[in-house]
């Protein structure tokens, strides 16, 4: 079946610095490819999103790359900040048009003061 | 987001008891989901409807039944619950954008 694979599963950075969330998927047909951060206790929330036909997007601190060639894509934070701590999962589309989900297993990231 | 809600937030039970999960929505969003979220490993998609006469099986359906009562209503029931079902479980909804709006959550415990 359809799989998203997210490394590491623990992030531990210093505030100020930057982190790096990789996700593999294996549906060549993924065209949509979101993240999603759960602070403790709290539903997931979007907070960034990429289509297959955008190879980069920014959104101030935020940005996520995707390489469709090699089927991964990146979520990268800069700035890092305690407020940054959570757990991160990304995501990509299956199933052509029904457009659902798949997630990866997350990331916890730990920014420390 | 407060216009996705659950009902129970938290719920305890025994082992062979049928529970029910409510998830409520005023968005006028078409697709309802509901997932199950277990340390480490993510969220796995349990059923999804994208209008009230469409039911689809998710990727971990064994065990579990929904009911699309209206547009705005996604109910998950636990026919006989099972310890190994104790889990938090989150209901979804997605408009014409692909973006999924997630309710609070309801964390179940069966004994």
């Known amino acids: 079946g359809e799989n998203v694979e997210q490394h590491p599963s623990t992030l531990s950075v210093q505030e100020g610095d930057s982190a790096v969330i990789k996700c593999t998927y294996s549906d060549s047909a993924s065209n949509y490819f979101p993240w999603y951060k759960q602070e403790l206790g709290k539903r997931p929330q979007l907070i960034i999103d990429?289509?297959?036909?955008?190879g980069e997007k920014k959104d101030q601190r935020i940005a996520v790359t995707l390489n469709k060639t090699a089927k991964h894509f990146s979520l990268h934070i800069t700035e890092t900040q305690p407020e940054d701590s959570a757990v991160y999962f990304c995501?990509?589309?299956?199933?052509?048009?029904?457009?659902?989900?798949?997630f990866g297993k997350g990331t916890k990231l730990s920014v420390k003061p | 987001d407060a216009d996705v809600t659950q009902t129970p937030r938290n719920r305890i039970t025994k082992t062979g008891k049928r529970i029910m999960l409510e998830c409520s929505q005023t968005?006028?969003?078409?697709?309802m989901y509901w997932y199950r979220q277990d340390p480490g490993l993510g969220l796995r998609l349990i059923y999804y409807s994208f209008d009230v006469k469409d039911i689809n099986k998710g990727e971990i359906s064994d065990g579990y039944s929904v009911s699309r009562q209206a547009q705005a209503k996604f109910s998950l029931s636990l026919e006989s619950a099972i310890p190994n079902q104790t889990a938090l479980y989150f209901c979804a909804t997605q408009g014409y954008t692909d973006t999924q709006y997630f309710g609070p959550g309801t964390r179940l415990t069966v004994l």
């Open positions: 968005k006028g969003h078409d697709r």
């Open positions: 990429i289509r297959s036909n955008v």
């Open positions: 995501a990509a589309s299956y199933g052509g048009s029904q457009g659902n989900l798949i």
